[in-house]
């Protein structure tokens, strides 16, 4: 699937956006062929022509042609994108002219008139679209960005929060994203797609644009959802991790190539979302069952660890087998290793990897658990350093009931070296154990949920989130079903169940299913699928919580539209892989309803800490020597800032960060103003200056609302507000964001 899709922008001072972005994406092309990788501009009278593996672009002074590469027997696919206006629903559109199209480096620009400029960012994977505005746009009612649209390829008329698809009868063509607005103040809102089969008008709502500031931002998620892997076979079950020192992530696959014959693949990807290089081999051309992968990352070899289980035929009996990758290249580690080769059936492996380097040490190492039909779960260390993997101790029983099955594992151990191995035991219940980097069990289980299945685990080695399913009807495996959660901390040297379980998906009679967990730093991110049973569109949706509870930290996004059923989402965070970075990526496999049913990888950036956070404003000034207040960092949920004091009466030493409610009106005194405080914060101040570091809790209540600070700080100097022996900085309000 070649997509269209509206994409986050970074304003810089030499762009002001009002933007309507918009980025197109295709399939991964023949690692085979050198060819297939080459990408370049070719400059012709009054048109720039962009040539790339899976689509070929054509700007001229009307707008762009984008021609998804779809197989010589698919019919006209062409995306004509041409600029109409931009208006607000109740006042004069403003037309937009032509214009010669400009390159510099990898960008288009036309200059369409108005203080109105459209922008083409092209790369190998891609074309992003903005359409920038340097002023508002006079009128009331919605914000309208109107493009019209010439092509074959057909998609429903109305209007769409989460996106729109444009295919041909095989299923295949461009999928446009959902749209957010960002004002330049931070605020947010949620917009929308209004297409009538001729025009296509991304539009943000009149109450968000009447207060918004500029530049305005028109944008979805964070990233771009990308495709992975398309083309001739059937592409499912992913799996994702990261690698901080090289930069990449490592996406591995199925690739379904006929009934009877499936191969592991992996594709790297840059931090950033692009694809970097060819499609890696992983299981080889063996005509056997390869299916299952999971993928960890060790930051102290950059290599990747990619863990499935392989039969001879469908029926088993499986074994499964590892193989590593270096993440700055790509190349194998040797042969692919048999990590089991037992006579049970043994399948569902999963892998965790080390976040912390240390060169003093050997932390050469994974861990790998799978189900052993008819033993339970057991779990392995194995060494990956040598160029052929070897085994570091014995198989050990991680629950030997023959009931258990469906483990997971977190991504790493964190800085602590601690894992947690989470699965379903017997009687629908979710257990967890926690173990060393030496795979020693610290503690005996403990049980998560006595009604559960089909967990997924993560955490920092510290604090662990285990999502789990459980049927609305009571039966197991059966739709609909719902969504939990539950924290677990490491204390006391053993796993503790913290607080009660969290169904936070479960919308009556909707299906929510198969969750996915990562620690992204300041949070924890859940992904999961989800549709009305009575369709098969299953629609992926994701969200933050709190880094120590199960409690909502985030808005619900959606990814994954039209006609498909998603599935099989996998997420690895680029904690995980050593970074500070809160960004993640999602993998899932989508799959089309109609024929011919074919299924893809997709990929999708997705961030913990978005956006600047809520506004922060003087709400009154100061005076007497009491300096200035500020905030430096995101104000958002989850997130820790430092409330900050600079140029105070440099004789003050001490003093006190006082935070006090909105509601409570400021006391005049002087030139100054009082804040009526619920809490004082001693401090200490030298040279003026002092700093208090405060972390921002996750409340749904929260968002929305604000709060004040005031400094106030013992001088020696004279006092400026009735005879107060203290200086007053100025009075700030803060608006909880998520």
Not at 53 to 82: H, I, K
Not at 121 to 128: A, L, P, Q, R, Y
Not at 255 to 278: C, H, K, Y
Request: with cysteine; aromatic share 8%; net charge negative.
């Amino acid at each position: 699937m070649n997509t269209l899709k509206l994409k986050n922008t970074a304003l810089t001072s030499s762009l002001l956006c009002v933007a309507a972005t918009s980025a197109f994406a295709q399939g991964q092309p023949d690692p085979a062929s050198i060819a297939a990788r080459s990408f370049g501009f070719l400059e012709v009278p009054g048109q720039t022509v962009v040539s790339a593996p899976s689509y070929e672009a054509t700007f001229d002074d009307s707008g762009m042609r984008y021609e998804p590469v779809l197989g010589a027997s698919a019919p006209d696919s062409a995306f004509v994108l041409r600029a109409a206006s931009v208006s607000r629903a109740e006042g004069a559109a403003i037309v937009l002219r032509g214009g010669a199209p400009k390159q510099t480096a990898d960008r288009v620009t036309i200059d369409r008139g108005h203080g109105i400029q459209e922008c083409f960012d092209v790369s190998i994977d891609g074309v992003e679209l903005s359409y920038v505005l340097t002023r508002p746009v006079r009128g009331s009612g919605d914000l309208i960005v109107r493009t019209r649209v010439d092509t074959e390829l057909e998609a429903p008329c109305g209007r769409f929060e989460q996106g729109l698809k444009f295919t041909n009868e095989a299923g295949r063509g461009v999928a446009i994203g959902g749209v957010t607005g960002i004002s330049a103040d931070g605020a947010t809102a949620r917009g929308e797609l209004r297409w009538n089969g001729e025009f296509l008008d991304l539009a943000l709502p009149a109450e968000f644009v009447a207060r918004a500031s500029y530049p305005l931002v028109i944008d979805p998620l964070v990233g771009t959802e990308q495709v992975g892997d398309t083309g001739q076979f059937d592409s499912v079950r992913a799996d994702v991790a990261y690698d901080v020192s090289t930069g990449h992530y490592l996406v591995a696959f199925v690739r379904q190539m006929s009934l009877n014959v499936s191969r592991i693949r992996a594709q790297r990807v840059n931090a950033n979302g692009t694809l970097d290089g060819a499609v890696i081999s992983i299981s080889g051309n063996n005509l056997s069952v390869a299916t299952n992968p999971s993928v960890a990352n060790n930051n102290q070899l950059n290599r990747f660890a990619v863990v499935w289980q392989e039969a001879d035929s469908a029926i088993g009996p499986f074994d499964i087998r590892l193989a590593a990758v270096e993440a700055a290249s790509g190349g194998a580690v040797g042969a692919p290793f048999a990590v089991t080769t037992a006579g049970p059936n043994e399948i569902d492996p999963v892998v965790s990897g080390e976040r912390t380097p240390d060169v003093t040490s050997s932390r050469d190492e994974v861990l790998v658990a799978w189900h052993t039909q008819g033993a339970g779960i057991q779990a392995r260390q194995i060494d990956i350093d040598p160029l052929t993997s070897s085994f570091v101790g014995f198989v050990i029983d991680v629950d030997s009931d023959a009931s258990a099955r469906h483990p997971a594992i977190s991504k790493s151990g964190g800085d602590a070296g601690r894992h947690v191995i989470a699965w379903e035991a017997a009687q629908s219940s979710v257990r967890a154990r926690a173990y060393s980097r030496e795979l020693t069990a610290f503690a005996p289980a403990i049980t998560i949920t006595t009604n559960g299945f089909c967990p997924a685990v993560d955490g920092d080695g510290n604090h662990f989130l285990v999502a789990f399913e459980r049927s609305e009807s009571g039966f197991e495996g059966t739709a609909p079903r719902n969504v939990g959660c539950r924290m677990t901390r490491f204390s006391s040297n053993s796993l503790v169940a913290v607080g009660n379980i969290d169904l936070f998906a479960s919308t009556p009679n909707d299906d929510e299913c198969a969750p996915t967990v990562a620690f992204l730093g300041p949070k924890f991110a859940v992904a999961w699928s989800e549709a009305d049973p009575a369709l098969f569109d299953y629609r992926g949706r994701v969200r933050s919580f709190a880094p120590n509870r199960c409690t909502i930290c985030s808005e619900l996004e959606s990814f994954g539209i039209g006609s498909v059923r998603v599935s099989d989402i996998a997420m690895a965070s680029q904690w995980s892989g050593g970074s500070a970075s809160t960004q993640a990526l999602i993998a899932w496999g989508e799959y089309d309803l109609g024929a011919p049913f074919e299924s893809e990888i997709k990929l999708h950036r997705y961030q913990a800490m978005l956006g600047s956070g809520g506004v922060v404003q003087n709400a009154a000034a100061g005076c007497g020597g009491g300096g200035v207040a500020g905030i430096s960092g995101n104000f958002q949920m989850a997130n820790t800032v430092a409330v900050e004091l600079n140029g105070a009466d440099p004789l003050a030493l001490s003093g006190a960060l006082h935070i006090g409610s909105v509601g409570t009106p400021l006391v005049p005194c002087g030139p100054c103003s009082i804040l009526t405080p619920f809490v004082a914060i001693p401090v200490m101040i030298q040279f003026g200056s002092t700093s208090v570091d405060l972390s921002i809790g996750c409340s749904t209540d929260l968002v929305g609302q604000s709060i004040r600070f005031q400094f106030a700080n013992a001088v020696t100097s004279t006092a400026p507000c009735l005879n107060l022996p203290v200086g007053l900085s100025n009075v700030l309000e803060a608006q909880f964001a998520y």
